[in-house]
């Protein structure tokens, strides 16, 4: 499990990728929404997502040649463990904002 989350959050950038997922669990992004919408540089997100996909909280759906989309894979038991635990410190979290 620690080397699980020593990969989850590795970075702030993934950090906050991931968090972003979590947020909306059901939602499918490409890369430029996701860089669009966390503030972070198009660089940046293609270099942590796909350790996110390797490790199975992200699921990767390619349309066409060129076209990914990923989405929070909710059904992998490391995903569902990540939703509990950001459901509940989630109250935590807007406190400090």
Do not use: C, W
């Amino acid at each position: 499990m620690r080397r699980l989350l020593e990969k989850i959050f590795n970075s702030k950038a993934q950090t906050r990728v991931v968090q972003h997922f979590l947020d909306r669990p059901k939602e499918f992004f490409n890369l430029s929404r996701i860089a669009k919408e966390t503030g972070l540089a198009h660089s940046t997100i293609h270099r942590v997502v796909q350790p996110l996909v390797d490790m199975g909280l992200i699921k990767e759906i390619k349309v066409g040649r060129q076209i990914r989309l990923f989405i929070l894979e909710s059904e992998d038991p490391k995903s569902k463990i990540l939703m509990e635990f950001y459901d509940q410190i989630r109250p935590y979290l807007e406190e400090m904002v």
